[in-house]
């Protein structure tokens, strides 16, 4: 599985940006299947998860994130999005995209275990 972020960028404080994931090399188990899902890490920081969805479209989104943050995909294109709005300055991590099979445990709560991560792209939010 080989997952490519794109959609990074530097916005000032309450802008908003949109992450898309391509995702491809599903040989066993439909994209549709998997649990994808975004996580972030700034410096100094640990990795932490921002938003999951599964295959059922039921989603998980960190507290810190409801209500500005968005995840979705379109199953036709193997694409994954994260829309992100009213940023704030704590929002500057680099964001990874990440991918899970079927009947693992991201989806329902353990973020850090996704299969599979792409390289990230850098978000920047300035004050």
């Known amino acids: 599985v080989q997952l490519v972020e794109s959609g990074g960028g530097s916005v000032q404080a309450g802008g908003s940006l949109r992450l898309s994931c391509a995702a491809s090399g599903f040989f066993y188990s439909s994209y549709s299947s998997y649990c994808m899902g975004w996580l972030r890490q700034a410096p100094g920081k640990e990795r932490e998860g921002v938003a999951a969805i599964d295959s059922d479209g039921s989603t998980r989104l960190a507290d810190s994130v409801k209500g500005r943050f968005t995840i979705s995909k379109d199953n036709a294109k193997n694409t994954l999005y994260l829309q992100m709005n009213s940023l704030k300055p704590e929002d500057t991590a680099m964001y990874y995209c990440?991918?899970?099979?079927?009947?693992?445990?991201?989806?329902?709560?353990?973020?850090?275990?996704?299969?599979?991560w792409g390289q990230g792209t850098q978000v920047t939010v300035s004050s």
């Open positions: 990440a991918a899970d099979p079927p009947g693992g445990t991201p989806c329902r709560g353990a973020w850090l275990d996704f299969a599979y």
